[in-house]
């Protein structure tokens, strides 16, 4: 019943604020495993915007440097892989992102332990994030869409008037992803996933090109003693308070 409602007058809402704002893009920032993706792919659906997970961009630049074999220690040979290669971010019939490489669709194949302890070397690579972040302002330009990842408030859409900060201790995003690889069939140790975890956020948050924080005048959810549901309403409510 709660879903309901927050649907119902989220809906209504929205169809009355349109009018003078133009369906603003709502940018959802956070450290891995904050909940992001998922709160961000139900706010979506409520409001009838489209979805994208920037994170899937630096994943499958991740993905063409492992498979293309590149020095992963040597920024050149991992720039000179991506930038030959032919990626493609679409939105399907659902509204959900997709992403392609060569035609192929690659969205359900990069959430990997591989691609997740590599990613954030990848990300922190300053032309790399100069494409991705070029393509990402083009994409948030007609607005009606939710983009999350770790710099959409900060660097990709800073005038945004919603702008929302998940975050939750490292111990309770290990949790969560040792919980999403066990359902996928990947097992891995809780401890390997914690060290990845915390070193993924000190990568993250001490790059020099757009460090992972919360913007200045963004809303910092703490979700440790949160489920999804009970996420996903407190940015409802952040989102209809500030489109009336």
Known sequence: MLIRWLRTVSRNNLAR??????????????????GKTSVGKMVADRLGYKFLDTGLMYRVATWI????????????????????????????????????????????????????????TVSAIPRIREIMVAEQKKLAGNGGIVMVGRDIGTVVVPDSPIKIFLTA?????????????????????????????????????????SPLRPADDADVIETD????????????????????
Not at 17 to 32: L, S
């Open 17 to 34: 604020v349109n009018m003078t704002t133009d369906a603003p893009t709502i940018a959802i920032d956070g450290p891995a495993g904050s």
């Open 169 to 209: 201790s490292a111990a309770t995003r290990a949790t969560r992803r040792f919980e999403e690889f066990g359902s996928s069939g990947e097992q891995f140790e809780f401890n390997e996933i914690l060290e990845s975890i915390e070193q993924r956020d000190k990568v993250d948050s001490s790059r020099s090109d």
């Open 225 to 244: 003693d949160m489920n999804l549901e009970e996420v996903v309403a407190r940015v409802m409510d952040l989102v209809v308070e500030k489109m009336s």
């Open 65 to 120: 440097a492992i498979e293309a074999q590149a020095n992963l220690g040597e920024q050149a040979s991992i720039i000179s892989v991506v930038e030959s290669s032919s990626i493609d971010v679409g939105v399907n019939s659902k509204g959900l992102s997709t992403i392609s490489v060569g035609g192929v669709d690659l969205t359900e194949r990069l959430h990997t332990f591989e691609i997740d302890s590599v990613v954030s």
